[in-house]
């Protein structure tokens, strides 16, 4: 079980961030900032299809606000120096945070996940099992029977304001991290790169 949020808040409140920095590009991987923005960005697209279709589960939807989130969340792990993954597994990142979800964001951000990896971009995965694998993630957001109009439980289902409440519930993850530690930046460009 990992350790909780707060425990990881408490182990970096009040240090500071030395970055020391030769490029920009180290700059924008070791500062917290530009996660946050990038995550806005991805969001401001996802708000964009979700205007333009206003379906649960639309596959483009689904895949930025996903990437959303998963950006916002490395942002966390970076701040408070857990390990940021190179992995798209929301729910990985959520417990390398150490925060804790409900069962429905799970459903939520497994299902999230799938349209990262495949779902968003391409038409069907790379194997018969990953198509299964997300055949079983996705029913778990739907009714077994009933209405076809009712088929989605809305507590399960991938839409706007889910999507809106997750983003609030990690952006305040985020900005707790933020605040509780300062930024030091050295940008050195004349410095040799390794």
């Given at each position: 079980m990992p350790e909780d949020f707060e425990n990881?808040?408490?182990?970096?409140?009040?240090?500071?961030?030395?970055?020391?920095?030769?490029?920009?590009?180290?700059?924008?991987?070791?500062?917290?900032?530009?996660?946050?923005?990038?995550?806005?960005?991805?969001?401001?697209?996802?708000?964009?299809?979700?205007?333009?279709h206003q379906s649960e589960n639309h596959p483009v939807f689904s895949f930025l606000a996903?990437?959303?989130?998963?950006?916002?969340?490395?942002?966390?792990?970076?701040?408070?120096?857990?390990?940021?993954?190179?992995?798209?597994?929301?729910?990985?990142?959520?417990?390398?945070?150490?925060i804790d979800l409900t069962n429905d964001d799970t459903i939520i951000l497994r299902a999230m996940t799938e349209y990262i990896y495949w779902a968003g971009r391409y038409t069907t995965p790379t194997s018969l099992q990953s198509w299964l694998h997300a055949e079983d993630l996705f029913s778990a957001q739907e009714r077994p029977s009933g209405s076809i109009r009712d088929m989605y439980i809305k507590e399960r289902s991938i839409?706007?304001?889910?999507?809106?409440?997750?983003?609030?519930?990690?952006?305040?993850?985020?900005?707790?991290?933020?605040?509780?530690t300062y930024e030091s930046v050295e940008f050195m460009p004349n410095a040799p790169l390794p």
């Open positions: 990881h808040l408490s182990k970096i409140r009040g240090t500071i961030r030395r970055i020391n920095s030769r490029t920009r590009y180290e700059l924008h991987r070791e500062a917290l900032l530009p996660y946050y923005n990038k995550a806005e960005e991805l969001r401001g697209a996802a708000l964009i299809i979700w205007a333009a996903g990437l959303s989130l998963e950006v916002l969340l490395k942002g966390i792990c970076k701040g408070l120096a857990r390990p940021a993954k190179n992995i798209h597994r929301l729910v990985d990142l959520s417990a390398s945070a150490g839409d706007l304001d889910n999507y809106n409440r997750l983003w609030e519930m990690f952006s305040c993850y985020f900005w707790r991290v933020k605040e509780s």
